[in-house]
């Protein structure tokens, strides 16, 4: 395997006048070249934080980094700010929830993705947030005019040459969030990070743009990090899921393996919470994330577990073992397993 990012152990603390949050607790994470990951939990579970801390665009105050690395080709970003910058600027990029915060009201599509094409390094607020992240190739009007209407065709857009000289406000929002993931390709990243693009989207158009995006991500063969709360977007998009839970990741597998033989509680409660997906049916998980300034001992689940042992999961934080699936590993950190279990074992385990 070739591998293009890993984080490894990332704590982030957050200061507030509440006190200290202590929201990222030993965060791993790695992304092959080529693989889609999605890093799925509940709102407040710090995958934005993980992503933010990724993009160096967590607010540093009050956000503090306490712990970890985030190496990118084998270089730790976190020591060495101009290779965060170049990186940022030149291979990775963000496709973000929410179009109409990031675009401009007042410039037609074609000026912003020229912008966004030619950006040079101000920081003003709202799209030129993408911008940040893209620094550009500075391509000549022409060259960058056909470039954004190969993107605007290949994000089936219709009309790509009108769709240049339209505002915002006259798009549809599923034509918005075309424009945002063109306007985040224009130039040419290796690595995309998505930070819930389709939740605001019915589902047809939110599944119209999952296609459209994997099928962009697996042509030019790059890697992505796809953030969402929700497990069935994270099955159609990722080929590997990351579960996160107040600010760990729980469990990580292949996507279907996970989604076949859930080991996690938490991950096994997710899954329970929609049952047209999967067949499962329960009733999710009671309870709510824990206060991120006194975190539970432990294991940060065991408030909510319904399979908590007495005295060992209120009291030692669990390892992270690896159990061995079919074709990859399953990371799963919980006291109920180790790695001395195959994938069968570990089955039962879950569904004693
Ligand atoms: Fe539940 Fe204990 Fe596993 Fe945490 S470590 S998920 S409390 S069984
Ligand atoms: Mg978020």
Redesign the pocket.
């Known amino acids: 395997t070739d591998t293009l990012l890993n984080v490894s152990d990332l704590s982030v603390d957050f200061e507030t006048y509440e006190g200290r949050h202590h929201v990222l607790n030993g965060v791993n994470l790695t992304i092959e070249k080529g693989e889609t990951v999605a890093l799925v939990g509940e709102t407040g579970c710090g995958k934005s934080v993980t992503a933010r801390s990724i993009m160096g665009t967590l607010p540093r105050p009050p956000g503090e980094i306490t712990s970890g690395r985030i190496d990118y080709r084998g270089a730790d970003l976190l020591v060495d700010p101009t290779e965060h910058e170049r990186v940022k600027g030149e291979e990775m990029s963000m496709i973000f929830q929410d179009p109409m915060t990031y675009l401009s009201p007042v410039y037609s599509v074609g000026s912003m993705m020229a912008d966004v094409a030619t950006y040079s390094g101000s920081n003003d607020a709202s799209w030129l947030d993408i911008a940040r992240n893209l620094l550009g190739q500075r391509g000549n009007k022409k060259e960058v005019r056909e470039r954004s209407i190969e993107l605007l065709e290949r994000m089936r857009i219709p009309d790509p040459e009108g769709t240049l000289e339209k505002y915002p406000v006259e798009l549809s929002g599923g034509m918005r969030q075309r424009i945002i993931i063109a306007m985040a390709l224009i130039n040419e990243p290796t690595f995309l990070l998505a930070d819930e693009p389709t939740t605001a989207l019915d589902v047809t158009v939110q599944d119209q743009i999952l296609d459209l995006l994997r099928e962009h991500v697996e042509e030019r063969d790059l890697s992505m990090l796809y953030i969402t709360h929700n497990l069935g977007v994270a099955r159609k998009v990722a080929d590997k899921i990351c579960i996160m839970y107040a600010g760990e990741v729980?469990e990580v597998g292949d996507t279907e393996e996970l989604f076949d033989a859930p080991l996690?509680?938490?991950t096994r409660g997710l899954l329970d919470s929609i049952p047209k997906l999967t067949g499962f049916d329960g009733d999710g998980i009671d309870g709510q994330i824990p206060d991120y300034t006194d975190p539970p001992q432990?294991?940060r689940?065991?408030p909510r577990?319904p399979?908590?042992?007495d005295g060992?999961?209120d009291a030692e934080p669990?390892e992270s073992p690896a159990i061995e699936g079919d074709d990859s590993d399953r990371r799963v950190?919980?006291?109920?397993y180790d790695d001395e279990m195959t994938l069968n074992d570990a089955v039962a385990v879950a569904t004693d």
Do not use: D, E, K, Q
């Open positions: 729980v996690h509680p938490y432990g294991c689940f065991h577990c399979a908590a042992i060992v999961c669990p950190t919980c006291h109920l």
